[in-house]
Nanobody, 123 residues
Framework: VQLQASGGGLVQAGGSLRLSCAAS????????MNWFRQAQGKEREFVAQ???????SYADSVKGRFTISRDNAKNTVYLQMNSLKSEDTAVYYC??????????????????WGEGTQVTVSS
């Protein structure tokens, strides 16, 4: 299984980026797909999830600014990030799980991880 994250970069505060997570070895439509992020010196934290049912959930810190989506034909998951803030600076990771609805989403319960992509927001 490979989850290849891309799309990170340097952006000014208030700007936008779209991250992509291209999957191989799994079908994203059969898994819950997640984005996590890890800022320097901090623990990895949950950002967004799109379940196999297409139900989405977000961390409070990104609600209304970030949108997670999925393209089954491309077997790819996206994270559209708008109104970026300096505190969004982190390495962003995609991950897959098969947790049941309502289960706690945390790092230890992910089945597969991709390599991270750096997002830097300048103020």
């Amino acid at each position: 299984v490979q989850l290849q994250a891309s799309g990170g970069g340097l952006v000014q505060a208030g700007g936008s980026l779209r991250l992509s997570c291209a999957a191989s070895g799994i079908t994203v439509g059969n898994y819950n797909m997640n984005w996590f992020r890890q800022a320097q010196g901090k623990e990895r934290e949950f950002v967004a999830q799109i379940r196999w049912t297409r139900t989405t959930s977000y961390a409070d810190s990104v609600k209304g600014r970030f949108t997670i989506s999925r393209d089954n034909a491309k077997n790819t998951v996206y994270l559209q990030m708008n109104s970026l803030k300096s505190e969004d600076t982190a390495v962003y990771y995609c991950a897959a799980d098969r947790l049941i609805s309502g289960a706690t989403i945390d790092v230890e319960r992910m089945l597969y991880w991709g390599e991270g992509t750096q997002v830097t927001v300048s103020s």
